[in-house]
Antibody
Framework: EVQLVESGGGLVQPGGSLRLSCAASGFTLSSKWMSWVRQAPGKGLEWVASINPDGSAEHYVDSVRGRFTISRDNTKKSLYLQMNSLRGEDTAVYYC????????????WGQGTLVTVSS | DIQLTQSPSFLSASVGDRVTITCRASQGISNALTWYQQTPGKAPKLLVYDASTLQSGVPSRFSGSGSGTEFTLTISSLQPEDFATYYCQQRNSYPITFGQGTRLEIK
C-alpha cells in the first residue's frame, strides 16, 4: 500500500525556517517524480515545487523560489522541503504528493502537515 | 502562467441530480487537465486525468471531457459522498496551476 506521511510542521515566526519531511512507503521512491502542494486555510490548492527521481531537476512556483528548497534522499525513502525566510502567506497545510508516471498527475497524497507563520 | 477558472464556484444540488462543473484555461493545454475531489480535512483524491480518463476505482458516474481551453466534469447521479470541493489542475507547463475550486453542497 502506497503511503506518504508528512512531518515537521508547526508554528514559526516570520523570517524563520522549517524543514518538512515526507516518508514514502509501498513503492519505489527512486523511480518517481514528487511534489509539494500547499493549501492555505479555507483556500484552494497551490503547487509549490517538484523534483525528478534522482534529484537533479527541480521546479518552483515563483513565490517560493530562492526561499524554499525541495530535495530527496531515496536511500531513506524521504522527500524534504526546506523553507527559509518564511512569511505569513506561507501559512498552509503542506501536502507531499506522488506523480503518476512522469506526468504531473497526483495519484497519491499524504495527509498534510500544517505550517503556521506568525509572531 | 496558465490560469484555470472554474464555474460555478459554488453549487447546490440534490442526491440523484446530474451536475456539470466547467474549467476554462487561459490558453490551450491540449488534454493536460486533471480533476480532484477534496472533502473537509482530507487530502485531494484523483478522479480524472488527461481530461477524460477515469482513475481506477472511481465510480463510473464521474466523467470528464474537453480539450484545448474548455473542460467539464460531470457527475451523472449525485450520491451523498459526492458532496465535496472539486479542483481542476493543468500540467501543460510550469508553474502547475489549479482552479479555484467548486464547492458542491447538498440542497
Amino acid at each position: 500500500e502506497v503511503q506518504l506521511v508528512e512531518s515537521g510542521g508547526g508554528l514559526v515566526q516570520p523570517g524563520g525556517s522549517l524543514r518538512l519531511s515526507c516518508a514514502a512507503s509501498g513503492f519505489t521512491l527512486s523511480s518517481k517524480w514528487m511534489s509539494w502542494v500547499r493549501q492555505a486555510p479555507g483556500k484552494g490548492l497551490e503547487w509549490v515545487a517538484s523534483i525528478n527521481p534522482d534529484g537533479s531537476a527541480e521546479h518552483y512556483v515563483d513565490s517560493v523560489r530562492g526561499r524554499f528548497t525541495i530535495s530527496r534522499d531515496n536511500t531513506k525513502k524521504s522527500l524534504y522541503l526546506q523553507m527559509n525566510s518564511l512569511r505569513g502567506e506561507d501559512t498552509a497545510v503542506y501536502y507531499c504528493a506522488r506523480l503518476y508516471e512522469t506526468r504531473t498527475i497526483y495519484d497519491y497524497w499524504g495527509q498534510g502537515t500544517l505550517v503556521t507563520v506568525s509572531s | 502562467d496558465i490560469q484555470l477558472t472554474q464555474s460555478p464556484s459554488f453549487l447546490s444540488a440534490s442526491v440523484g441530480d446530474r451536475v456539470t462543473i466547467t474549467c476554462r484555461a487561459s490558453q490551450g493545454i491540449s488534454n493536460a487537465l486533471t480533476w480532484y475531489q477534496q472533502t473537509p480535512g482530507k487530502a485531494p483524491k484523483l478522479l480524472v486525468y488527461d481530461a477524460s480518463t477515469l482513475q481506477s476505482g472511481v465510480p463510473s458516474r464521474f466523467s470528464g471531457s474537453g480539450s484545448g481551453t474548455e473542460f467539464t466534469l460531470t457527475i451523472s447521479s449525485l450520491q451523498p459522498e459526492d458532496f465535496a470541493t472539486y479542483y481542476c489542475q493543468q500540467r501543460n507547463s510550469y508553474p502547475i496551476t489549479f482552479g479555484q475550486g467548486t464547492r458542491l453542497e447538498i440542497k
